[in-house]
C-alpha cells in the first residue's frame, strides 16, 4: 500500500502540481483583479488626501496625520497591484 490515511486537503498541500485546474485559475483571476481593483481604489484615496488641500477640501485633523494616512494608503495601495501582478497566492 503506497497510499496514505490522512485527509484529503493534506494530500493537496504536499502535492506539487505543476499545472493548476481550471478552478484553481478562475480563483487566481478573481482575486488578481480583486486586489488591482482595491489597490487602485486605496492608491487613489491616498493621492486624494495628498492633494485635498489644492482641491479646497479641508479636514479637520493635522496635517501630519493627513499625510502619514496618506502615504499609507500609496504604499498599501502598490502593495495591493504588485500583489495582483505577481499573482503568488499558494506559493
Known amino acids: 500500500m503506497n497510499s496514505v490515511n490522512c485527509p484529503l486537503h493534506l494530500k493537496y498541500l504536499f502535492m ?3 499545472d493548476p485546474d481550471k478552478r484553481t485559475k478562475g480563483y487566481i483571476l478573481m ?3 480583486m486586489d488591482y481593483g482595491m489597490g487602485v481604489m486605496i492608491f487613489g484615496f491616498g493621492v486624494f488626501f495628498l492633494i485635498s488641500p489644492a482641491l479646497g477640501i479641508g479636514f479637520e485633523f ?9 502615504i499609507l494608503c500609496i504604499v498599501y495601495g ?4 504588485y ?3 505577481k499573482k503568488n497566492y499558494f506559493h
Open 31 to 33: 482575486r488578481a483583479i
Open 16 to 18: 506539487e502540481n505543476k
Open 78 to 81: 502598490a502593495w495591493r497591484v
Open 62 to 70: 493635522e496635517n501630519f496625520y493627513r499625510y502619514f494616512f496618506s
Open 83 to 85: 500583489r495582483g501582478y
